[in-house]
């Protein structure tokens, strides 16, 4: 049996990470992994703590720990029933874990507890792992029903005397319970001057929800009041409860009968669990926000810049969150769907979104763009490459200036006259590669030269791989976006210099001009050559270099696999005739390689044939590859656009997709081969080794966003302000930007081999 693993647990630590507390997390130490399942409603997870003892966590969020859990549970039952004059039949809701229950059991009046969970996974686990809790459960006094609380509610009017809801934070399913017709339902199903008490959230972090769901219960409840306790592995060690009552002046603070056997719980605590805190009695009494105010948020000054960006890659959040951090700025996201720029713009300041499509050439759509480009002093452009010119040409009209993150093209090039005449600035490649590429490859020519040297051979390899954890798969590589444009790369043509002559590879060929590649022992990479780095001599200023190269890194296997799909049609964009819907993987294999039959030793067979495999245990490697694609299976297949190509593509979206948890790796080097004056020589080397957050941003969204931001910041403050089609070549736009991204905490690392 393979050990038990879970995304929310790196290196010996389990860390809270969740969009409910942004920019803050709570870790424990992982003795051991108790259980990992799948509900059919959320994630399990029961690890042991080192300090803590077991722990609950629900989709990554701790529910609770043996150290701390009766605080919340005392609190969250003691209140609303030792206020109760008489409490006799009592509903919970959630609380799958029965410590609510266990506490509700402590009051002798109590005749009747019904637990309502609609997880019934929560119940069975938390009777494995936290017996201390769960065990009244089969207590004769309780029912336990597994189902769904609205309807439970629904069917049971005017018949509790307190319901207390031990809800999960409101995201997802459980936000509904934070609503006002859950808040009607409770009531509805009140006995008269019954009390509800609900997981009421933290006043550190959801004091404006704490507000709102005082509003909202004070329209329906006579009684209303926030009360809190303290628990440290909830986040900010604090959450509090909606505690409310049916009968008008009922005094909630005040205990009307002692409960015996408690930890936290006693009469004192009670009434100080209303006692609330300046910020928070001031927000929720009378009205008056005294949060401290900083960063961004300090100045009520109006933004007085405004940026467009278009697009919704996985790019845009990374650079629209940069933007963002300067008060002074006012985004609008632009996305061909509202839903996608509303999804990109959530919870960003001074943002908003709207609908634009930067490549229809529809005339209303296209007058829509140019009005709303020429509305803002800056446009982002980070749609697909052929897009570019089309948001440029808008530009042009509005007088707008332009950056974008891809390599200055032809067509942009054609435009650079009617941009000088307008201007505007046109910022390009400043991403990770082209972008951050090239100011440390500026930054080191231009120090090598102020000392008197010379750069004999630059070597630059850029690769965008999931993480070695996570290269499962035949190829070692996975898409984050869709696999159509970087299958197509890797029938690109290349060119390079290698001493002093130029080496020119044809698209078919450019796998078998992948070579291993050296960056540490730890990686086992393969170098191949990318696009034409031939005017990379001049754009760097190293005339005196016999060798240029720039290319991509890949893990060792890839360029194999990509030949034997190259040499089975598999990446083919010719439309067949025979290609139609209702085939099977074998049958469109066989169609494709000219095999006689779909048979799979007919289909191997013939696959060994056209491919030529140098090794047995390549040929056993690359079959097995294409097993797991599934291109022998009689499987019904998904046919794409009547070619090949985007056939595969269908399957491989689904197969080599990033999956939750994972997170990829972004390997950078530059390698320079140094000559100075008196005849030595060096190498030197840049070299990013970076890793993306498993629930944040991707190395590569945080490469190519944050280059992109830093740009547009320094084009809206005018120090990058020279009219035309720029590039980061030159050390007056270089340096500035790297500063800046250095600052972030970003950037390569220099070493003298």
Same mark, same amino acid.
Request: glycine share 8%; net charge negative.
């Given at each position: 049996?393979?050990?038990? *693993?879970?995304?929310?647990?790196?290196?010996?630590?389990?860390?809270?990470?969740?969009?409910?507390?942004?920019?803050?997390?709570?870790?424990?130490?992982?003795?051991?992994?108790?259980?990992?399942?799948?509900?059919?409603?959320?994630?399990? /997870?029961?690890?042991?703590?080192?300090?803590?003892?077991?722990?609950?966590?629900?989709?990554?969020?701790?529910?609770?720990?043996?150290?701390?859990?009766?605080?919340?549970?005392?609190?969250? +039952?003691?209140?609303?029933?030792?206020?109760?004059?008489?409490?006799?039949?009592?509903?919970?809701?959630?609380?799958?874990?029965?410590?609510?229950?266990?506490?509700?059991?402590?009051?002798?009046?109590?005749?009747?507890?019904?637990?309502?969970?609609?997880?019934?996974?929560?119940?069975?686990?938390?009777?494995?792992?936290?017996?201390?809790?769960?065990?009244?459960?089969?207590d004769p006094r309780v029912t336990v029903f597994v189902g769904d609380g609205f309807k439970f509610l629904a069917d049971n009017t005017s018949t509790y005397d307190v319901i207390i809801t031990d809800s999960s934070d409101p995201v997802g399913p459980?936000?509904?319970?934070?609503?006002?017709?859950?808040?009607?339902?409770?009531?509805?199903?009140?006995?008269?001057?019954?009390?509800?008490?609900?997981?009421?959230?933290?006043?550190?972090?959801?004091?404006?929800?704490?507000? !709102?769901?005082?509003?909202?219960?004070?329209?329906?409840?006579?009684?209303?009041?926030?009360?809190? $306790?303290?628990?440290?592995?909830?986040?900010?060690?604090?959450?509090?409860?909606?505690?409310?009552?049916?009968?008008?002046?009922?005094?909630?603070?005040?205990?009307?009968?002692?409960?015996?056997? *408690?930890?936290?719980?006693?009469?004192?605590?009670?009434?100080?669990?209303?006692?609330?805190?300046?910020?928070?009695?001031?927000?929720?009494?009378?009205?008056?926000? @005294?949060?401290?105010?900083?960063?961004?948020?300090?100045?009520?000054?109006?933004?007085?810049?405004?940026?467009?960006? @278009?697009?919704?890659?996985?790019?845009?959040?990374?650079?629209?969150?940069?933007?963002?951090?300067?008060?002074?700025?006012?985004?609008?996201?632009?996305?061909?769907?509202?839903?996608?720029?509303?999804?990109?713009?959530?919870?960003?300041?001074?943002?908003?979104?709207?609908?634009?499509?930067?490549?229809?050439?529809?005339?209303?759509?296209?007058?829509?763009?140019?009005?709303?480009?020429?509305?803002?002093?800056?446009?982002?452009?980070?749609?697909?490459?052929?897009?570019?010119?089309?948001?440029?040409? +808008?530009?042009?009209?509005?007088?707008?200036?332009?950056?974008?993150?891809?390599?200055?093209?032809?067509?942009?090039?054609?435009?650079?006259?009617?941009?000088?005449?307008?201007?505007?600035?046109?910022?390009?490649?400043?991403? /990770?590669?082209?972008?951050?590429?090239? /100011?440390?490859?500026?930054?080191?020519?231009? !120090?090598?030269?102020?000392?008197?040297?010379?750069?004999?051979?630059?070597?630059?390899?850029?690769?965008?791989?999931?993480?070695?954890?996570?290269?499962?798969?035949?190829?070692?590589?996975?898409?984050?976006?869709?696999?159509?444009?970087?299958?197509?790369?890797?029938?690109?043509?290349?060119?390079?210099?290698?001493?002093?002559?130029?080496?020119?590879?044809?698209?078919?060929?450019?796998?078998?001009?992948?070579?291993?590649?050296?960056?540490?022992?730890?990686?086992?990479?393969?170098?191949?050559?990318?696009?034409?780095?031939?005017?990379?001599?001049?754009?760097?200023?190293?005339?005196?270099? !016999?060798?240029?190269?720039?290319?991509?890194?890949?893990?060792?296997?890839?360029?194999?696999?990509?030949?034997?799909?190259?040499?089975?049609?598999?990446?083919?964009?010719?439309?067949?005739?025979?290609?139609?819907?209702? @085939?099977?993987?074998?049958?469109?294999?066989?169609?494709?390689?000219?095999?006689?039959?779909?048979?799979?030793?007919?289909?191997?067979?013939?696959?060994?044939?056209?491919?030529?495999?140098?090794?047995?245990?390549?040929?056993?490697?690359?079959?097995?590859?294409?097993?797991?694609?599934?291109?022998?299976?009689?499987?019904? +297949?998904?046919?794409?656009?009547?070619?090949?190509?985007? $056939? /595969?593509?269908?399957?491989?979206?689904?197969?080599?997709?990033?999956?939750?948890?994972?997170?990829?790796?972004?390997?950078?080097?530059?390698?320079?081969?140094? !000559?100075?004056?008196?005849?030595? $020589?060096?190498?030197?080397?840049?070299?990013?080794?970076?890793?993306?957050?498993?629930?944040?941003?991707?190395?590569?969204?945080?490469?190519?966003?944050?280059?992109?931001?830093?740009?547009?910041?320094?084009?809206?403050?005018?120090?990058?302000?020279?009219?035309?089609?720029?590039?980061?070549?030159?050390?007056?736009?270089?340096?500035?930007?790297?500063?800046?991204?250095?600052?972030?905490?970003?950037? @390569?690392?220099?070493?003298?081999?």
């Amino acid at each position: 049996m393979a050990p038990l *693993t879970h995304p929310s647990i790196k290196d010996g630590w389990f860390r809270e990470i969740s969009s409910q507390w942004p920019g803050q997390a709570m870790t424990l130490k992982v003795n051991r992994i108790l259980h990992v399942e799948k509900s059919l409603y959320q994630d399990v /997870l029961v690890f042991e703590s080192e300090t803590y003892g077991n722990v609950l966590v629900l989709d990554g969020v701790i529910q609770c720990t043996e150290r701390d859990e009766f605080s919340y549970q005392e609190m969250i +039952a003691h209140i609303p029933l030792a206020s109760h004059p008489n409490p006799k039949k009592v509903l919970v809701i959630g609380g799958g874990d029965g410590g609510v229950v266990r506490e509700v059991l402590k009051h002798d009046t109590v005749e009747q507890v019904v637990l309502c969970d609609i997880d019934e996974a929560v119940i069975r686990v938390s009777k494995q792992f936290l017996p201390h809790m769960s065990s009244l459960l089969s207590d004769p006094r309780v029912t336990v029903f597994v189902g769904d609380g609205f309807k439970f509610l629904a069917d049971n009017t005017s018949t509790y005397d307190v319901i207390i809801t031990d809800s999960s934070d409101p995201v997802g399913p459980a936000a509904s319970l934070f609503q006002k017709p859950y808040f009607e339902l409770l009531r509805d199903a009140l006995t008269p001057g019954g009390h509800i008490s609900t997981q009421g959230e933290c006043l550190w972090i959801h004091l404006d929800l704490i507000q !709102e769901l005082l509003q909202t219960t004070r329209t329906l409840f006579p009684v209303a009041e926030y009360a809190f $306790t303290t628990i440290p592995t909830y986040p900010s060690g604090q959450i509090g409860f909606m505690v409310c009552s049916k009968e008008a002046g009922r005094d909630l603070s005040t205990p009307v009968r002692p409960v015996p056997n *408690t930890r936290y719980y006693n009469a004192e605590v009670h009434k100080a669990a209303f006692v609330l805190p300046e910020f928070g009695r001031s927000l929720l009494k009378e009205g008056k926000d @005294l949060r401290p105010r900083f960063g961004a948020n300090a100045t009520d000054k109006a933004p007085t810049k405004k940026v467009l960006l @278009l697009g919704s890659g996985a790019v845009a959040r990374p650079c629209a969150e940069y933007v963002v951090r300067n008060p002074d700025n006012a985004l609008t996201i632009a996305c061909r769907t509202l839903k996608s720029a509303e999804a990109l713009a959530n919870d960003l300041r001074n943002t908003t979104a709207v609908s634009l499509d930067a490549g229809s050439e529809d005339p209303e759509k296209q007058a829509a763009l140019e009005k709303a480009i020429a509305e803002h002093d800056l446009v982002i452009s980070l749609v697909p490459y052929i897009h570019h010119p089309n948001v440029i040409r +808008a530009a042009i009209k509005g007088k707008t200036n332009v950056v974008t993150t891809s390599y200055i093209s032809p067509a942009i090039r054609e435009l650079e006259e009617e941009i000088k005449k307008a201007g505007i600035v046109v910022m390009n490649e400043i991403g /990770l590669d082209p972008g951050v590429d090239h /100011l440390y490859a500026i930054k080191t020519i231009d !120090e090598v030269h102020a000392k008197g040297g010379k750069i004999k051979e630059f070597h630059s390899f850029c690769g965008g791989l999931p993480a070695p954890e996570c290269s499962d798969n035949p190829l070692g590589y996975k898409f984050s976006w869709s696999p159509r444009g970087g299958l197509l790369a890797l029938l690109n043509s290349a060119s390079y210099l290698a001493e002093g002559k130029q080496v020119d590879i044809q698209g078919k060929d450019l796998m078998n001009a992948a070579r291993p590649y050296y960056i540490t022992p730890a990686f086992a990479f393969v170098a191949y050559p990318n696009r034409n780095s031939v005017p990379f001599r001049e754009f760097y200023n190293i005339p005196e270099a !016999e060798t240029v190269i720039r290319g991509t890194l890949r893990y060792q296997g890839f360029p194999e696999f990509v030949k034997a799909l190259v040499a089975l049609g598999w990446l083919n964009l010719e439309k067949k005739e025979w290609l139609k819907h209702g @085939l099977t993987w074998a049958q469109i294999m066989q169609q494709a390689i000219g095999a006689s039959d779909s048979s799979e030793s007919t289909l191997v067979a013939r696959v060994k044939e056209l491919c030529q495999f140098p090794t047995e245990p390549e040929s056993k490697r690359i079959i097995s590859g294409l097993k797991w694609i599934g291109l022998f299976s009689n499987a019904p +297949a998904t046919v794409r656009d009547g070619n090949l190509l985007d $056939t /595969l593509c269908a399957q491989l979206e689904t197969l080599m997709k990033y999956e939750p948890g994972e997170r990829d790796l972004v390997m950078l080097q530059h390698k320079f081969i140094v !000559e100075w004056a008196d005849g030595t $020589t060096d190498t030197i080397t840049s070299t990013l080794e970076a890793y993306g957050e498993p629930q944040g941003h991707s190395a590569m969204a945080l490469y190519v966003g944050v280059p992109c931001g830093i740009a547009v910041q320094l084009v809206l403050d005018g120090k990058l302000n020279t009219p035309g089609i720029l590039a980061p070549y030159s050390k007056e736009i270089c340096d500035p930007i790297r500063e800046i991204l250095e600052a972030q905490g970003m950037g @390569l690392v220099e070493k003298v081999l």
